[in-house]
């Protein structure tokens, strides 16, 4: 069963057009008074298109529901939209119209939609971490292949900076990235470091992520100390190590899942949160979230198609993920930004698990990865953006 619209059908919703008066032609999104949204920009018939559609007996016949047709390779997808030029939080409906001129209903909720290029006219990531890295080799990008002949660190010169998660890997090498940019650093961790000693960073010791009043206490400090936070880098981050799986042998491991979640979700919002209440933040500060590619729900289709797996892994960083968004929708009056990075594919003992895997993929040592990550935190994102620092490009939700 089909849904006829065109000049000369019957009207397919009157209820829907009785509350929301105004509703406008295939689409048009409007919003629940029924005035045009001005900050949704999606693909509309054009009027030409109208036009063609004047006889009624040319009505278009369209699904009853939604139908979508799971692609079979990334970036090939049903239906042709543009995206939305400004991030919109309005539920809307709307119709859209292929190059064929045949018409096609989707479901667009929060700017969540189906593209054609993946890349989204060159402002996203692509999900195939082998084809990013081939890609960026044809393509000679250096922004991706040598973050270091285009790096500039030199507004870290004077800047107070919090990291978390300081003592190894990439939290060490932002420090040492950080400390010969000009800056001074403090860092969270649990325990002492000689290595972050001899840099000369501000250790406040005693703080696992995981614990509320040590963190308290540790941005009462801050203030105490007499510090004032232009950047803050929530780098403190855990993966387990074993794969979660349900079949064929139960693998699933809910304590490890939750341990996860409190310290890669709950985590950097706990930090954050207590900094903000403790007043250690400039007006001005940014908040950076280091989170992962894995957070990425519609990448899933792709990074693990047909598999699944890391349950924990995946489902912390998709909370994460959420709780920087909202964070940093009550802070934007502050003038305070959150902004999440995916610092790339890192050789660390974090990733060692996937080590067959480095080269193909393109990991890279801590220290580049550390250049990556303060290269886009220097670009100074949008509050709520979610960037991949391989490319710099942003990553779908």
Request: aromatic letters at 6%.
């Amino acid at each position: 069963m089909g849904i006829a619209v065109g000049p000369g059908a019957e009207d397919p919703f009157p209820m829907l057009r009785k509350r929301r008066p105004g509703l406008g032609r295939p689409g048009e999104t409007r919003l629940s008074d029924g005035a045009p949204d001005p900050e949704a920009l999606e693909t509309r018939p054009s009027d030409a298109a109208h036009a063609a559609a004047a006889d009624p007996t040319q009505a278009q016949v369209l699904p009853s529901r939604p139908q979508h047709t799971r692609p079979s390779i990334p970036g090939q997808f049903v239906g042709q939209r543009r995206h939305a030029a400004r991030h919109s939080a309005k539920l809307c409906w709307t119709w859209s119209i292929d190059t064929n001129n045949n018409a096609q209903g989707a479901m667009q909720c929060f700017g969540l939609d189906l593209y054609k290029d993946e890349t989204r006219g060159g402002t996203f990531s692509i999900a195939d971490q082998v084809a990013r890295f081939s890609k960026a080799i044809s393509d000679g990008n250096e922004r991706y292949l040598d973050v270091a002949s285009v790096y500039d660190g030199s507004y870290l010169k004077d800047k107070t900076v919090l990291i978390t998660g300081g003592n190894r890997g990439l939290g060490l090498a932002l420090c040492k990235r950080c400390v010969e940019d000009g800056a001074t650093v403090l860092v969270f961790g649990r325990k002492q470091s000689d290595e972050l000693k001899e840099l000369g960073c501000i250790q406040m010791t005693g703080v696992d992520v995981t614990n509320t009043s040590a963190v308290k206490n540790a941005c009462r400090k801050v203030v105490e100390q007499g510090y004032q936070l232009d950047i803050v880098i929530n780098n403190a981050g855990y993966f387990y190590g074993p794969r979660e799986a349900v079949t064929p042998t139960d693998t699933m491991n809910y304590d490890e899942e939750l341990k996860q979640i409190d310290i890669c979700a709950i985590g950097p919002l706990r930090v954050s949160a207590c900094l903000r209440q403790a007043n250690a933040l400039k007006n001005d500060a940014q908040i950076i979230i280091i989170t992962s590619q894995a957070g990425s729900l519609q990448w899933r289709f792709t990074q693990n198609k047909n598999v699944g797996g890391d349950y924990g892994h995946h489902m912390s960083r998709a909370a994460c993920n959420m709780g920087a968004v909202l964070l940093g929708e009550e802070l934007r009056a502050d003038g305070v930004s959150v902004v999440l990075l995916h610092p790339g594919f890192c050789r660390t003992e974090m990733t060692r698990k996937y080590e067959s895997i480095w080269d193909a993929e393109g990991a890279v040592d801590a220290p580049v990865g550390a250049m990556r990550v303060l290269f886009e935190v220097g670009r100074k994102h949008e509050s709520g953006s979610y960037i991949n620092c391989e490319d710099g490009l942003r990553i779908p939700w």
